[in-house]
């Protein structure tokens, strides 16, 4: 059976290592960029349009290689401000990046790339579109109560009418069991013609 070298596992072992490594350097420099580039959206050193528009970052994520920084923003739920926004970001993305270098945040600061938050983009838009529904007027049926002075109407409406011991325990707001033992005893005052439910189902489903 071939086994690997041991220059072979040490140098798996080494990789692994480094792998690890990069991504804890590179969530490191994530959250580094997302403190300085908020900061800077806060203040008017870009530009006092860009501090006006009030942009709220998500996320800041470097790409593997460092060819980008790609920059996460949450959007409105007014489409006109996004395009606003969105035209705004790219230009100041250049003098954010400069700004960046000149404080030394990342030497090898690589572009940075503006982007829609697209997750917060599809709750806004569901926000949006719940806001302007038409659900029509509530049902009357909503509003209709039982009429528990009325033995005969308890008798006509109950769903207990129909139940059977396997009925689900939920209806009529019964406990399965305790419809079980009720059985029997509904039924003999069903035969001696009193049509109604008996007391212990009467009082489980008024309260």
């Not at 998500?58 to 409105?76: H, I, M, P, Q, Y």
């Not at 993305?93 to 790339?113: D, E, G, K, W, Y």
């Not at 509003?143 to 528990?148: A, E, I, M, P, T």
Request: aromatic share 4%.
């Amino acid at each position: 059976t071939h086994k690997p070298s041991q220059w072979a596992s040490l140098t798996k072992s080494t990789s692994k290592r480094a792998g690890r490594e990069d991504h804890v350097r590179l969530r490191a420099l994530n959250g580094l960029l997302y403190k300085a580039l908020t900061e800077l959206l806060c203040t008017p050193q870009v530009s006092q349009e860009l501090c006006d528009l009030d942009v709220e970052l998500s996320e800041v994520s470097l790409t593997a290689d460092f060819s980008a920084c790609r920059v996460f923003w949450r959007t409105t739920v007014s489409e006109a401000r996004n395009a606003s926004m969105e035209a705004v970001l790219r230009r100041s993305a250049a003098p954010m990046r400069h700004l960046l270098m000149s404080q030394q945040t990342l030497r090898n600061m690589p572009p940075i790339v503006f982007v829609q938050d697209k997750k917060n983009a599809a709750v806004v838009e569901v926000d949006r579109l719940l806001a302007i529904a038409d659900f029509g007027p509530p049902d009357e049926e909503d509003f209709v109560q039982d009429d528990s002075s009325d033995p005969e109407a308890l008798d006509t409406a109950s769903p207990c009418d129909t139940l059977g011991p396997a009925a689900p325990s939920s209806l009529c707001g019964i406990d399965h069991e305790a419809l079980n033992e009720q059985i029997l005893e509904y039924k003999r005052r069903r035969e001696k013609g009193r049509g109604s439910v008996g007391p212990a189902c009467r009082s489980t489903r008024l309260s």
